[in-house]
């Protein structure tokens, strides 16, 4: 399975998700290393993440977890959400191109960026775990309440409903929503006016307005770093 990949292009850095965007190690690796490779590039001005074909990211590998022990599904999990925290403190702006489905932690991946964009015609954000029979943990819950404007909360959580762009945007998830042809574009516009800013203000920033939910990811990882 292809990694994630990333280029530059001018200002703008371009990471790619793994076709599908199932995290598993080998994925979930491969995304980290991509983030802290772009961050240690000092000619990036800001990040845009997109996926492939008709999919943004899938979220959780359940090929992988179904083969893991509780605990070690668990711990893969607090990890997926230590990159979730390193989204919210990038010292640089961060935009979710969505350019497909973003179900599970491709739709917090989606919430943790600074800017969203979904194509027109394709692709749902989605949280399914109402169907699955589960209920989220505390730093995935943290991040839920914090991005997700209170009047959609019923309709993301309780509801699982999959919502195309249109819909997306209505409840405050998007930012903007575009044909498939001018995505990365919109993606570019949406970062333009965060371009420039220090970066040790922005990190420092992002960090303050999100405390309570890195409070929670912060707390998961050292615990799982403790057994």
């Known amino acids: ?10 200002d703008y850095a371009l990471l790619t998700l793994p076709y599908e965007g199932k ?29 492939r074909d008709k999919y943004f990211a899938q979220g959780l590998d359940l090929d992988y977890l179904g083969g893991c022990s509780p605990d070690e599904g668990l711990h893969f999990v607090h990890r997926c959400m230590g990159a979730i925290g390193s989204l ?20 917090m991946i989606t919430l943790a960026s600074d800017y969203r964009v979904m194509r027109s015609e394709r692709g749902y954000f989605c949280l399914p775990e109402v169907d699955l029979g589960m209920t989220l943990l505390p730093s995935m819950n943290a991040l839920v309440c914090a991005q997700v404007p209170a009047r959609a909360l019923r309709d993301v959580l309780l509801v699982g409903e999959r919502m195309g762009g249109e819909r997306a945007v209505a409840l405050g998830l998007i930012d903007a929503v575009c044909s498939p042809e001018g995505l990365l574009e919109t993606a570019r516009a949406l970062a333009r006016p965060m371009l420039g800013k220090p970066r040790h203000a922005v990190a420092g920033l992002k960090a303050g307005i999100h405390q309570t939910v890195l409070r929670e990811i912060d707390s998961a990882a050292g615990a799982v770093q403790t057994r």
């Open 1 to 10: 399975m292809p990694q994630c990949e990333w280029q530059r292009d001018g």
């Open 23 to 51: 995290f598993n190690p080998d994925t979930l690796a491969s995304f980290a290393a991509a983030l802290a490779q772009v961050q240690a590039d000092d000619q990036a001005k800001a990040l845009i993440i997109t996926g």
């Open 88 to 107: 919210l403190r990038y010292p640089i702006p961060v935009v979710a191109a969505v350019n497909g489905h973003a179900f599970g932690l491709g739709a």
